[in-house]
């Protein structure tokens, strides 16, 4: 718009030109003065953008004992999923306790988010992972497990008490009107998470 850019204009170099080179030369000279005003705005505008967007890429990793780069990865896979990566990292604190060779439930929750193989063969198969002691392919299967979960349901307490006791538990306590333990402590941590 024109009008946006009028204030931009150095009038006085107008007026000058107009007296020592004619109306004819005034047109052309207002429109390069003009065209640089544009040019001006633009460039400023477009670096305070990228100042800003520069800024808004560097992610604000949580104060939890996993490294930046896995923290990375759960946001990554997180944001493809629509999830919050609080929640994520709440149920790696919840289940594991930060710690990767975390083995429970005898032998059959393993790892960060402490997956059961017996569960999700298929699942793990198509995504190549074949080893839950690792840290990146363990939050791979689990966010993915996640992913389905929340295909079903938009209630993330519902997508938690599923995660944590199978998708008829989680149906059997909605119908109820109630929400697990194990859900509240996700959400509570999460939220900690938030604050910190």
């Known amino acids: 718009d024109v009008g946006d850019f009028a204030e931009f204009r150095p009038l006085e170099t107008i007026e000058m030109t107009a007296v020592d080179t004619g109306l004819d030369e005034m047109s052309r000279v207002e429109t390069l003065v003009f065209e640089e005003a544009v040019e001006t705005e633009i460039l400023s505008e477009t670096s305070i953008d990228t100042e800003v967007s520069i800024e808004e890429e560097k992610p604000r990793f949580f104060d939890v004992p996993l490294d930046e780069d896995l923290q990375t990865y759960i946001f990554e896979l997180s944001e493809y999923i629509g999830i919050d990566p609080a929640i994520v990292i709440a149920i790696i604190e919840k289940e594991s306790n930060y710690d990767a060779s975390a083995v429970g439930d005898h032998g059959k929750s393993i790892g960060l988010m402490q997956i059961q193989p017996r569960w999700h063969t298929v699942r793990m198969a198509e995504l190549g992972c074949d080893n839950l002691l690792d840290a990146r392919q363990n939050v791979c299967v689990g966010i993915d497990i996640l992913a389905d979960l929340l295909e079903d349901s938009e209630y993330i307490e519902w997508v938690l008490m599923a995660y944590n006791g199978g998708q008829v538990y989680a149906d059997r306590l ?23």
């Open 174 to 196: 909605a119908s109820e009107g109630r929400v697990s333990e194990y859900a509240n402590k996700i959400i509570e941590i999460a939220n900690e998470l938030e604050r910190k």
